[in-house]
């Protein structure tokens, strides 16, 4: 039998390695109204400037699209920082953009704007249970409240807001509600209103920030085809690891 040569050999890897990079470089894109919810593992701070610097965080709950795509939770989300320090006056700014969300082998871009951001604090008081006997009852009793105001009553497996939309939990963390508009607090309807979304910990009208001090988000879900996320403050911003994010998917065109 004749032995193959090394040139036989590279023929049939090259275009192994070109479906590879094909592959690799032709990441799919979310639709545009798929909320995301991340725990962000990045501390960020205005003062040490850092533009470029990566970001990193974790889906926290599993995302079904009307598609079949699936992303997993605790995938990992990315980003990087596009400028960071002093604003106009004394307002300190921080713009950052999330890029991408590696899924089981996939990877997705993305393009985001911010609903709802939360501190560290806030997220772990949306884990602890409100009713009297919680400490008494395994967690799939537990009632809990949602950055917002919701109440997910895990005993029934269900989560309820103030305007009376009406959610489900599904398992740990996880809550399937609608969003619900906040054009007062300038989060008005838009693509992803009309079908269930993964909130994780963040109530179905949340909308602004919670528990970070004089922190602005100054384009407050604007869909700007960059994805670009902008937090101004009179002070400047240091913002914990641990930190919660609701975010939605805008379109790039």
């Known amino acids: 039998m004749k032995n193959p040569s090394s040139r036989d050999t590279i023929v049939w890897i090259v275009p192994v390695i070109v479906l590879l990079i094909v592959t690799m470089t032709h990441a799919q894109q979310l639709p545009p109204g798929t909320v995301i919810p991340v725990m962000l593992d990045t501390s960020l701070n205005a003062s040490k400037g850092g533009s470029d610097k990566k970001i990193t965080g974790r889906v ?148 602004g920030t919670y528990g970070i001090t004089n922190v602005k988000i100054t384009n407050l879900g604007v869909p700007s085809s960059l994805g670009e996320i902008s937090l101004t403050s009179q002070r400047n911003i240091a913002i914990r690891g641990g930190s919660g994010w609701l975010l939605i998917t805008v379109d790039r065109s």
């Open 60 to 207: 926290m709950q599993k995302i079904s699209l009307p598609s079949g795509i699936v992303i997993r939770e605790r995938s990992q989300i990315t980003g990087h920082i596009v400028s960071a320090g002093d604003a106009e006056g004394s307002e300190s700014r921080i713009i950052l953009k999330f890029d991408a969300i590696e899924s089981a082998g996939q990877r997705f871009r993305v393009a985001t704007a911010l609903i709802a951001l939360a501190s560290m604090m806030r997220v772990s008081e949306a884990q602890t249970p409100i009713n009297s006997t919680s400490n008494m009852d395994p967690m799939s009793q537990w009632t809990t409240r949602q950055i917002g105001g919701d109440i997910v009553y895990r005993g029934r497996g269900t989560a309820g807001s103030a305007t009376g939309e009406v959610g489900r939990w599904v398992g740990g963390t996880s809550v399937l509600i609608k969003l619900t508009p906040n054009p007062e607090a300038g989060c008005p309807t838009g693509a992803g209103y009309d079908r269930e979304q993964a909130v994780w910990v963040f109530s179905s009208g949340a909308c």
